[in-house]
């Protein structure tokens, strides 16, 4: 049984994740008694915390870019590599300046912003104005957060979902009403995390707006949550002739994280690449907008079946996988022999990756794309290596609030010493029976909504901290909302497509 001594904790990322983690770590005293929903813990267990987010803001996703994009697709001496597909690429660790032991946070080492390197941050948020949420409102708040009468209204037009404005506010109000906002460094990214002397050694750049300079500096810390969200690098598939393609036609590949508004599309003779929710999610906007829109999709959706129906549905002609680009003849040659030409937009809406660049392989992700998945982890949460890097948020699910929550609960139980985590070799048993049972890919992440509390909220509530409630608690009885949810999505999808119904940002 390995107790733990921890007094310093450091959280990468403040969306959901870093946020729920932060208030978790803060209602949970030296005893391991929760106070959670109730006041603070008068005793915290970790006398340090602090999150970094690499955004001017927390809020993850849910703190919005406005207009300003992403790069539409990597640069062109990425494509050019022919490993685009590789995050590592796309995505690549920053070149740490020598020397920063001296630096720390109150005296850094400041150099010249590097602009060529920004863009591959992918920092910037793919929610668009017109964006609501798609799974019902009381599932995307903490259980200790109130599901606000007005949202029950089955009058609103996109009950029972939020705007995306709705759940940034909820998001805000949270961080208000908690006072989190002092434990996070905002325009801080992590750039590399290493263990030297029993000590995790995080390597920060803060990029100071007011003196145009980063500053970076290295901080001590006893234990680290990763909790950096896995929807903001763009998974671009490798498909022949797109590097030349995009060469020969610039402007026409755009990725689904880069789209904010249907005007663009007005007109245009539009591809989707991609079968999931973001495809869907678009479709209903664009559709009535483009001139013609045509799908390549290669699998069915085997969670949501609506989703297959919706995308051969009036308006909307439905391609196989793409085969190859031709450049010399603005030709996409579809793995049916069916060949379209002239596109004037070709959107990607082919998912995201997981990747942690600053991690140096503590955490591997197994052969990134879409469907990849994160190995050495004990129930998405605990690194089976090292038991003081956890991670929030790679559990995937319809209540990924929940799952964040649950994951948080079990860090703060385990790292309070109120409860131990099994021996590794048990942990190792249970990745390899998850993936036997599962698959090695993303389907080892994922729970759906029927199962999702017994396999995993219930497992890792063993871990919580004394008196900590079950994050089910108060919210398993309104599962039904969730296929609630999905029947009004499917309604919305053909309103919004058909142009019988408009909404506002
Ligand atoms: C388009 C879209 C729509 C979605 N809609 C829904 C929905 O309707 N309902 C729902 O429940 N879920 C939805 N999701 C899932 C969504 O990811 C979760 O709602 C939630 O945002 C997950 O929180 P997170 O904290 O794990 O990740 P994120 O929200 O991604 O937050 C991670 C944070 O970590 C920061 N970060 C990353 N790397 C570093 C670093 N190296 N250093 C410092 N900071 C770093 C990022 O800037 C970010 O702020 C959607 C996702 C997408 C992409
Ligand atoms: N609130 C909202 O309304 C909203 C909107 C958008 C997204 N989201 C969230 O964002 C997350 C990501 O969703 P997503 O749809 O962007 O990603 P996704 O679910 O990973 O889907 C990616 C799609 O791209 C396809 N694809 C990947 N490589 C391909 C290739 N080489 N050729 C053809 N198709 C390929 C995949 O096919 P396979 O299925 O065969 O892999 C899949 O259909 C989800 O959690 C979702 O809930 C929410």
Redesign the pocket.
Same mark, same amino acid.
Not at 12 to 18: E, F, R, S
Not at 52 to 55: S, V
């Given at each position: 049984m390995t107790k733990f001594d921890i007094d310093s904790v450091a959280i990468?990322?403040?969306?959901?994740? $870093?946020l729920a983690t932060l208030y978790e770590f803060l209602h949970t005293n030296q005893d391991g008694i929760s106070t959670v929903g109730k006041v603070r813990a008068t005793h915290p267990v970790f006398r340090k915390i602090v999150a @970094?987010?690499? =955004?001017d803001k927390a809020? $993850?996703?849910?703190?919005t870019s406005g207009n300003e994009v992403d790069l539409p697709i990597p640069p062109q001496n990425l494509l050019d590599t022919g490993s685009y597909t590789s995050p590592d690429i796309i995505h690549p660790s920053q070149s740490i300046p020598e020397n920063l032991n001296q630096a720390s946070v109150h005296q850094p080492f400041a150099t010249d912003i590097d602009r060529s390197t920004s863009e591959l941050e992918w =920092?910037r948020s $793919? *929610?668009f104005p017109k964006?609501f949420?798609?799974?019902p409102s009381r @599932?995307?708040r903490f259980s200790y957060l109130p599901n606000e009468e007005k949202y029950l209204d089955k009058s609103r037009i996109i009950y029972p979902f939020l705007t995306h404005k709705e759940l940034s506010q909820r998001l805000v109000d949270f961080t208000e009403d908690e006072k989190l906002s002092q434990y996070v460094r905002v325009n801080?990214? *992590?750039?590399s995390l290493t263990k030297t002397n029993g000590k995790w050694v995080v390597t920060v750049r803060h990029t100071n707006i007011e003196k145009n300079k980063d500053e970076w500096y290295q901080e001590e810390f006893d234990a680290v949550v990763i909790?950096?969200?896995h #929807?903001?690098v763009p998974n671009i598939p490798h498909l022949p002739g797109l590097a030349k393609f995009n060469e020969t036609h610039p402007g026409v590949l755009i990725h689904s994280k880069s789209y904010r508004s249907s005007k663009f599309f007005e007109g245009k003779k539009l591809l989707v690449v991609g079968g999931s929710i973001?495809s869907v999610n678009l479709l209903q906007f664009v559709v009535p907008a483009a001139k013609e829109t045509f799908i390549s999709k290669r699998s069915p959706h085997l969670v949501f079946p609506w989703i297959n129906k919706a995308l051969e549905s009036e308006g909307i002609t439905t391609k196989p996988t793409i085969e190859k680009f031709i450049p010399e003849t603005n030709e996409v040659l579809f793995t049916d022999g069916t060949r379209e030409k002239d596109f004037d937009a070709i959107l990607l809406a082919t998912g #995201?990756h997981f990747h942690y660049p @600053?991690l140096n392989n503590y955490l591997n992700v197994i052969e990134p794309s879409n469907l990849s998945r994160v190995s050495g982890l004990y129930y998405n949460t605990f690194a089976i290596k090292d038991p003081t890097l956890a991670t *929030? $948020?790679v559990a995937v699910s319809t209540i990924? @609030?929940h799952t964040?929550e649950a994951s948080a609960a079990a860090i703060a139980g385990v790292w309070s010493n109120a409860k131990f985590l099994p021996p590794k070799n048990e942990q190792i048993k249970w990745e390899q029976v998850q993936i036997d049972s599962t698959a090695n890919n993303l389907l080892f992440h994922y729970y759906t909504h029927d199962k999702v509390k017994e396999d995993f909220i219930d497992k890792l509530y063993v871990y919580a901290p004394d008196e900590r409630y079950n994050p089910m608690e108060i919210d398993a009885q309104f599962l039904n909302d969730i296929d609630e949810g999905f029947a009004a999505l499917e309604n919305l999808f053909y309103k919004l497509k058909d142009g019988v119904l408009e909404i506002t940002d």
């Open positions: 990468i990322g403040a969306g959901p994740g $870093g @970094f987010e690499q =955004k809020g $993850g996703i849910w703190a =920092k $793919g *929610v964006m949420t798609n799974i @599932f995307t801080s990214r *992590v750039e909790a950096n969200g #929807y903001t973001s #995201y @600053f *929030v $948020g990924n @609030f964040i």
